[in-house]
């Protein structure tokens, strides 16, 4: 475990995971909007520090390695986020509204999942949409 004092460790390569990588020697669990902003000093679950400081439009996807200068890595851990899953009779009615209104989603066979958010899912509720909270793992597409 690293000590509160010493300085984090700088992640110099954000990549997929490659057959014939180490162990990574640490996890870090961030949120989607954690993973999308890629900068600043984070806390692994075994205490180790590191510094992101990741070029603007990098985004950090679950199961990603961040490595070190030293060749040790650490995997990025989409965390659970309380989110609302829709279900409708035409969802991509509801896919075009939340497109339209810029609202980030992840779509998956029979369901759409959102952050949490009251306005928007009463116009959804009037599309004819059935809203469930969730907690799992967010990650958004294009």
């Known amino acids: ?3 509160q004092d010493e300085l984090p460790l700088r992640v110099l390569v954000a990549r997929d995971a490659e057959a014939g990588d180490p162990t990574p020697f640490d996890l870090v669990i ?7 902003r890629p900068a600043g000093v984070y806390e692994c679950v075994h ?4 510094l992101l400081d990741l070029p603007v439009g990098a985004v ?5 390695r961040l490595v070190f200068g030293d060749g040790r890595n650490v995997e990025v851990i989409a965390a659970e ?7 409708a ?3 991509d009615a509801c896919l075009r509204l939340l497109r339209q209104l810029d609202i980030p989603s992840q779509r998956e066979p029979g ?9 928007i899912e009463s116009k959804l509720r009037a599309l004819g949409a059935t809203l469930c909270p969730v907690s799992e ?4 597409g294009p």
């Open 1 to 3: 475990m690293a000590e």
């Open 30 to 36: 961030l949120t989607w909007q954690e993973r999308c």
């Open 47 to 50: 205490g180790d520090r590191i």
């Open 60 to 64: 950090l996807a679950d199961r990603m």
């Open 81 to 87: 986020e309380k989110l609302t899953e829709i279900t």
């Open 89 to 91: 009779p035409d969802l």
């Open 111 to 119: 369901r759409l999942l959102i952050a949490h958010d009251d306005a």
């Open 137 to 140: 793992p967010f990650e958004p």
